[in-house]
């Protein structure tokens, strides 16, 4: 068995040139083809060897990316690292993250947004299922004129061709529902003894962002974290699990503009307002009652 191995070599006295991404691709490719003519025993041992150093490799990456996360100077450079393609894929392999057609239908979105909004129009991601993209369009963008019609056609090839998982798209109502409770509706008569748990204070709260407060609940004293998202003031409380694997969601991205809630550790992408999930249909972030007396938010957990 002979394979073609890119060296390493000198293009000139003391520069070292690396070899290509693709040079590594083909090498890779060629070990893995290879690895399929050999007999049983000897492909045995050498599949067991490539799953040994992939977990040594997974682990390094594990623990460079959690390093990362963890310290928000850091963060950024973590987010980067990720956009970058070779990195992605890398990241993609070991599993330690997921493609996420979401953030790159809301990027792909971002290139045709100026068009949209220029034509006095605008468009909402709301979830991709099976291929199609779900979408608001507002404004201009919304009807039956010949403008609403190419400003649609204009979205739906930004999605097509910009977002390998999407094939078409469907535009859905405009009437989003209501799902949370606004901070103005104010109750007078929460109390922890009613089974309610506090959560902080309304004005404690980003207009639009998250936080994770512990709270406890009474009488057990049981403590909770749980995930409050406030978007346009707008708030809702969720237990602070993650649907995939329940790793908690403090360092989620949050969206504004879209709504959404990404998980930093795979990318689950999550409509904010309801915590239904768009990456996996099926899973769901489990909501929480939430109530505003006094201007202090309350979270009722548990029975
Ligand atoms: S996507 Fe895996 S824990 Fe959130």
């Keep these: 068995m002979t394979t073609t191995v890119p060296q ?15 040079q590594l691709a083909t090498r890779v490719d060629d070990a893995v083809k ?24 997974r682990a390094g990456l594990v623990t460079i990316v959690r390093s990362l996360r963890a310290d928000d100077a850091t963060r950024p450079v973590l987010f980067d690292l990720v956009d970058d393609p070779v990195v992605h894929l890398l990241l993609s392999l070991h599993q330690i993250v997921r493609p996420d057609p ?9 290139e045709v947004r100026p068009q949209l909004q220029g034509h ?4 909402t991601l709301v979830r991709i299922d099976g291929g199609i993209a779900f979408v608001r ?17 204009l979205v739906e090839k930004a999605l097509v061709d910009g977002v390998a998982a999407i094939n078409g798209i469907e535009v859905v109502p405009n009437e989003p529902e209501q799902t949370v409770i606004s901070p103005e509706s104010l109750f007078s008569t929460v109390h922890a003894d ?27 004293g049981q403590e909770v974290s749980v995930l ?19 790793l908690p969601l403090d360092n989620a991205v949050f969206d504004a503009e879209n709504g959404t809630l990404t998980c930093p550790w795979h990318g689950f992408c999550y409509d904010a307002g309801s915590g239904e ?18 201007g202090q938010i309350w979270i009722r957990v548990g029975p």
């Design 8 to 22: 390493v070599t000198a293009t000139q006295p003391g520069v070292i040139s690396e070899p290509t991404f693709e």
């Design 34 to 57: 290879a690895l399929e003519s050999l007999d049983p025993a000897a492909r045995t041992v050498a599949e067991e060897l490539k799953a040994a150093v992939e977990a040594i490799h």
């Design 102 to 110: 979401m953030t790159e239908a809301t990027r792909a979105l971002q």
């Design 120 to 123: 006095g129009g605008d468009v």
């Design 137 to 153: 369009l507002t404004g201009a963008c919304n009807g039956c004129s010949m403008s609403s019609v190419t400003l649609r056609n």
């Design 194 to 220: 009613d089974g309610w748990a506090h959560a902080g204070a309304v004005t404690d709260m980003p207009v639009n962002g998250l936080v994770a407060p512990v709270v406890t609940t009474q009488p057990t």
């Design 228 to 246: 409050l998202v406030s978007r346009s003031g707008q708030l809702s409380c969720y237990v602070n699990e993650c649907a995939h694997e329940a």
């Design 277 to 294: 999930c768009l990456t996996a249909p099926e899973a769901q972030l489990e909501q929480l009652p939430l109530r505003v007396s006094n």
